[in-house]
């Protein structure tokens, strides 16, 4: 009967989204207050475990759905700033290393986590890498400071990556088209099957031009732009629109791309 019901749940969100996506009214709303939000900077006020993390709540729960689906052991991240997107996907592996543990009837080794976080960023800044060291969860967490599309730092990445089976990642750094695409073309190969590549802020090309004045990205030069072009030469990738659509005010429009 829990099942039965469970799958009538699912049935109705499944049908209930499918109308978003044919509701232009409600996109064109949902696209409204993500501008206005923006302008606002929003974005900018919210916490996780204690450390700052510049994301949408929506975008927050995404995360939590597609980590809990895909179960990995290694999440990759370029883009440190605060060090709150870290310590959500280190707390959310910490989470599912608790429920394995518990399913097999093994006991928790907390002094030598099994899934880790990887995070890149050219500039690391002393205060955000002393709260990230001394957080709980820091023994989870590697970092390395450099461009996340300089060849050194992706062989490091891919160094450390060996011996993990299930990787995740987020590519959430420089916003321009060159820097994304090279940033796919360096670490969405990591994927594993039935995994995801999230590329965040792809909303700028819904944006107005010149909405960023004081950055060097825009509408036709951004994470979307170099999602597109991406996708045309790696074919076992494709766009979640499910999730884009049930979640309507997102940062990642067309960038929840998901290996076959």
Known sequence: MKNDMIQQFRQERAERVQRYAEDKSFQQLSGS??????????????????????????????????????????????GIAHGGSLILSASLLALLEMFDAMENGVELDLQNPAKKVIGIDIDIR???????????????????EGSAIDSDIIKKVHDAARGFSKVMVFL???????????????YAPLVGRGSYCVVFDTYIENMEPGF?????????NNPMTAVKQWLVDNRDFTVDREMETKLQVTVAPHGFLRRK
């Open 33 to 78: 207050w993500l501008a206005e939000s923006m302008a606002r900077k929003y974005v900018y006020n919210f916490e996780w475990l204690g450390r700052p993390v510049i994301q949408y709540p929506q975008d927050m729960v995404a995360v939590q759905e597609l980590v809990w689906r895909c179960r990995p052991d290694l999440i990759i991240e370029t």
């Open 126 to 144: 002393a205060h955000n890498r002393r709260a990230i060291e001394e957080h709980p969860l820091a023994g989870r967490i590697e970092m390395f």
């Open 172 to 186: 959430d750094s420089m916003h321009t088209h060159e820097h994304v695409l090279k940033e796919l073309e360096g």
């Open 212 to 220: 960023f004045p004081d950055r060097p990205w825009d509408v036709g």
